[in-house]
């Protein structure tokens, strides 16, 4: 479990295709605090530590499956790349963001960008099956970055990024055309399903 508050940069490495994909990913964490097995958030993807080491600079390996490939913009790692990296929820951290799982739900394309003062006003398009789990002032994980929706127009949405954010995490970078990652809010999930429910019950 993450919360949507990046706390590293990491860098791609190396990567390289051994049934899974393999890649190493250089970070500024201290892997000796890391368990082999533990889990960290890379762009908004729950990965499993499988290796790790601190020789020419600190780095932990992760295996990344077909469907993960599938189902986010991990497919489009490349080496130099820069990801989003936030290590999983301890009893007792602050919960800054929101809850988030890890677990993508789809791709949303940065269709708008927009400079407004020293912030930026990013518009998305997420696909049509997952619009109706946006919100005005709901929040959403973006490349494993807790957001809050700033307007929604059907399947297209609104950020605002503050100067910090895109200091802190990779948004500095981003550009019109990027798949980002996207998961909904698990608390809009269960709501839209009870919603549901209720419509199904018998009158």
């Known amino acids: ?15 390289e295709q051994k049934g899974d994909l393999c890649a190493r990913i250089g970070t500024g964490y201290a892997t000796e605090t890391i368990a082999l097995g533990a889990s960290i958030a890379c762009d908004g993807v729950c990965l499993t530590v499988v290796n790790k080491g601190a020789d020419q600079g600190r780095w932990f390996d992760v295996d990344i499956s077909a469907e993960t490939l599938e189902k986010t913009n991990l497919s489009g790692w490349t080496e130099g790349r820069k990801v989003n990296l936030e290590r999983a929820l301890k009893l007792g951290d602050e919960l800054g963001g929101h809850i988030v799982s890890g677990h993508v739900d789809g791709l949303a394309e940065i269709v708008s960008m927009e400079d407004e003062g020293d912030s930026t006003r990013v518009d998305l398009q997420a696909p049509d099956d997952l619009a109706r789990f946006i919100a005005p002032k709901g929040s959403v994980a973006l490349n494993g970055t807790s957001l809050t929706v700033n307007a929604v127009q059907g399947p297209r949405f609104g950020i605002n990024f503050i100067p910090h954010t895109k200091q802190m995490t990779t948004w500095g970078s981003a550009k019109l055309g990027d798949m980002v990652n996207l998961e909904i809010d698990t608390l ?15 009158q």
């Open 188 to 202: 809009a999930r269960y709501v839209a399903r009870l919603a549901d429910s209720l419509q199904e019950m018998p």
């Open 1 to 15: 479990m993450f919360t949507g508050i990046v706390t590293d940069i990491g860098n791609i490495l190396h990567i």
